[in-house]
């Protein structure tokens, strides 16, 4: 994708967010009191931070990729699921992710 092509990208998926928080401010509340729409909304940052980190953590030049980076996400999760520190965590996960990227 061209640079012009990226810059087209983010200016149409702006105007996009900019149009739909317009159409969620004029929705009325008995609308945005259900249940189901709480639920849902309550995700959408999960989901997106979530694929964020899966794109940046296994994908290079457009390919899906296992390498040293992988390992480091893998190994901060079982620091945070151990209930370490974020300190830790970022600990744990560089180290891992530069003592594969050395030995590989």
Do not use: C
Request: glycine share 8%; hydrophobic share 60%.
């Amino acid at each position: 994708m061209t640079n012009s092509g990226i810059w087209l990208a983010i200016l149409i998926s702006s105007a996009l967010i900019f149009i739909a928080r317009i159409i969620g401010y004029s929705l009325p509340n008995s609308i945005l009191a259900k249940d189901r729409l709480q639920r849902i909304t309550t995700l959408i940052p999960i989901v997106l931070l979530a694929a964020l980190v899966g794109a940046q953590s296994m994908v290079k030049d457009g390919e899906v990729v296992i390498d040293h980076r992988l390992a480091g996400l893998v190994a901060g999760a079982i620091a945070l699921r151990l209930r370490g520190s974020f300190l830790v965590v970022l600990v744990v996960a560089g180290l891992t992710g530069a003592l594969v990227y050395n030995l590989i």
